[in-house]
């Protein structure tokens, strides 16, 4: 079969009728204006003009600014309206800040791992008219944005605007996915999520130009103008739209982000285009022996090595083609993948795990030797390999890696599982239990038993602390990225009031603190709650729109829902709801074959109303643990639950019949 699927041809097409709209961040229109005045310094008549609700002009006398407030998270490209000004040598600068720690009239948050960035400076010698520099000087993300005046001039403002330059392909508020619940903290999460790969997506000629990254000291007096060196025009992938790790900073594409911003970005915006930009900008760099880069272009040193970016790579390739079920672009990238795969392999030794001799991975701690992260990624590869190549008609190579799945598993479980800490270990001679590699042991189904699978969910909840899971692989940090796993553990543990709970505790900690965006999910942040990333020097340099955060948002839609792609573009499904506590849920997600819904309502465990839609010529299961019942079709096929399971359904639309619980 060739399925091609339309969404991965092409930029995205304008949806209507978008269910639940008015949770969606995204803003209605790319041309923004500030919502509010956040702080005055200095001599300024009528700041509040330049915001949305107010009128006239802004005049600002000598040394002064102005920090606007512009809601919530938002990327682009600025521009001032000059009325006046009192001398041919005054001078605006406008600063930027994602958090309000690093609002300053001095200098802009950190694109660098060391001081601040320099403020873009506007000469005003021409007098009135329109200010808009190039676009290389756009800023991917701020929420905060100061205009500053540093000469004895007066200079009159008649407007300040943002041209919203993220998502550039997309229709913006045109989701293809949706998320309901009776939670509202929930719904905001998802939707939060949403929004910030949306962030984290660019036009490809807007990438991290590194060589020519720059900063101040925070200690420095900025009083002349300055040259701006945070330059964002390196075109990074093919095509008009990209994916990347961030989107103030780390605007290339990273493979760790295939593992988890891939699969949200798939049930929302459903923008499949700029994944596989990304992925083919890796798969471009791969070398001969098979491995993949660390990080894509401009990345300096392609010298890195880091097994577990790898892996995630690889993992992208089979995510994406579950999404899209377009076997043609599988088939044309197969070689590469394969030879992907047998680099991994070849780091296996006669113990049966991979010895790991490189220490690059995200940031963590300790990586090298049998380690169980990187063991339980390549076993989980393995799982999706040998499925890869049975579409492909290659049985023999399915046999081959399904043999080498089968001898990690056995010496993960004999060498690396502590029985009395309830985890596995990071290594043989290691005593750290890593959040990473048991999330990781529990989705890939590296664990022995089910028993085992609980032993690891409950371990890992009683390490919670009031902000949420702990890395400690990472020292003192909170890492949304690994978090994201966490949440898929426990719900495969058939733990759902712990995954929800996680989400409230961490995700919405990320969405209500005063010092975030209340819009978009951070990189990472200490364990006592303060916004300290352990791995950087540099605490302004921590991204607050980061897309390996957003884990919550496939999950919910994954687990919660239980919209389960099982075969490409969901020729195969399975709907499995692990509601918790949810009361109500309404979800939904597109591909190519069309639309895949589930509806439901309970009260006191038991479905009040449940339906689900799914599309024509597909078929697949639903599984209602301890419901009773007959699913009825529009076509008026009628199928019972045996022991809460139904099998075979052809795809269409589906309720269970009031009053069979």
Not at 85 to 110: K, M, P, Q, R
Not at 120 to 130: D, E, N, T
Not at 224 to 238: E, G
């Amino acid at each position: 079969m060739h399925f091609l699927a339309p969404l991965l041809l092409a930029p995205l097409a304008c949806a209507a009728g978008v269910p639940y709209e008015q949770y969606i961040l995204a803003p209605a229109s790319r041309d923004l204006i500030p919502v509010a005045v956040h702080q005055v310094n200095g001599s300024v008549t009528n700041p509040k003009a330049l915001t949305q609700t107010s009128s006239g002009d802004t005049t600002f006398h000598g040394v002064s600014s102005v920090t606007y407030d512009f809601g919530k998270n938002v990327a682009g490209l600025v521009s001032l309206e000059v009325g006046s000004a009192s001398s041919s040598s005054a001078f605006l600068g406008v600063t930027f800040s994602e958090s309000s720690l690093y609002i300053s009239s001095e200098a802009c948050d950190a694109t660098a791992d060391a001081g601040l960035d320099t403020p873009l400076w506007f000469a005003l010698g021409q007098g009135a008219g329109k200010y808009t520099p190039d676009e290389k000087y756009l800023r991917g993300a701020f929420r905060y944005l100061t205009v500053v005046s540093n000469t004895t001039a007066t200079v009159s403002l008649q407007s300040l605007h943002v041209q919203f330059l993220a998502a550039p392909m997309q229709d913006l508020r045109g989701y293809t996915g949706w998320f309901h619940s009776d939670d509202e903290l929930i719904n905001k999460i998802w939707y939060a999520g949403a929004y910030t790969n949306q962030l984290c997506t660019i036009d490809p000629a807007h990438g991290n130009a590194l060589v020519h990254l720059g900063s101040v000291s925070s200690s420095d007096n900025i009083t002349l103008p300055q040259t701006v060196t945070w330059w964002n025009n390196y075109t990074i992938t093919n095509g008009t739209s990209t994916i990347t790790d961030g989107a103030k900073r780390d605007r290339l594409v990273w493979p760790g982000d295939m593992s988890i911003a891939l699969e949200s970005i798939a049930v929302s915006t459903g923008d499949l285009y700029s994944i596989r930009m990304g992925l083919e900008s890796l798969l471009a760099l791969q070398q001969s022996n098979g491995r993949l880069p660390y990080a894509g272009k401009p990345f300096s040193d392609m010298d890195i090595v880091s097994y577990t970016y790898h892996l995630h790579s690889l993992i992208g390739m089979s995510y994406l083609y579950r999404f899209s079920g377009d076997q043609s672009w599988l088939a044309r990238y197969w070689d590469q993948y394969v030879r992907g795969v047998e680099w991994a392999l070849s780091s296996v030794d006669n113990t049966g795990l991979a010895n790991v001799t490189a220490s690059a991975d995200w940031l963590r701690f300790g990586m090298g030797g049998h380690n169980i992260e990187a063991n339980a990624i390549l076993y989980f590869i393995l799982q999706d390999a040998q499925k890869l190549a049975q579409e492909l008609n290659h049985p023999s190579t399915a046999t081959t890696w399904n043999q080498i799945a089968a001898r990690i598993k056995t010496a993960a479980n004999q060498l690396l599982w502590d029985d009395q800490a309830g985890f596995y270990r990071d290594n043989e001679t290691a005593t750290l239990h890593p959040q990473d590699g048991n999330a990781w042991a529990i989705k890939a189904n590296l664990t022995s038993s089910p028993k085992q699978i609980s032993i690891i969910s409950q371990a890992l909840q009683s390490r919670w602390g009031p902000y949420g899971a702990p890395a400690p692989e990472a020292g003192q940090t909170i890492s949304p990225f690994i978090g994201g796993f966490e949440l898929q553990a426990h719900y495969l543990a058939d733990q759902p009031a712990a995954a929800l709970n996680l989400m409230r505790l961490q995700w919405g900690f990320m969405l209500q603190d005063a010092r975030m965006t209340q819009s978009s999910f951070i990189e990472g942040y200490s364990t006592d709650g303060s916004i300290h990333y352990a791995p950087y020097s540099n605490d302004a340099r921590i991204s607050h729109a980061h897309g390996w955060s957003t884990g919550p948002t496939s999950a919910l839609s994954t687990y919660a829902a239980g919209i389960q792609l099982m075969g490409p573009a969901g020729a195969e499904w399975r709907i499995a709801p692990q509601p918790g506590n949810l009361t109500h849920v309404d979800a939904g997600l597109a591909t190519g074959r069309g639309q895949f819904a589930v509806r439901f309502q309970r009260q006191t465990g038991r479905y009040e109303t449940f339906s689900f839609q799914t599309p024509s010529a597909t078929r697949g299961d639903v599984v209602l643990p301890g419901t009773q019942g007959i699913l009825v079709s529009c076509t008026g096929q009628r199928i019972r639950l045996v022991n809460g399971v139904a099998r075979g359904l052809a795809g269409g639309s589906w309720t269970l019949e009031k009053g069979g619980q």
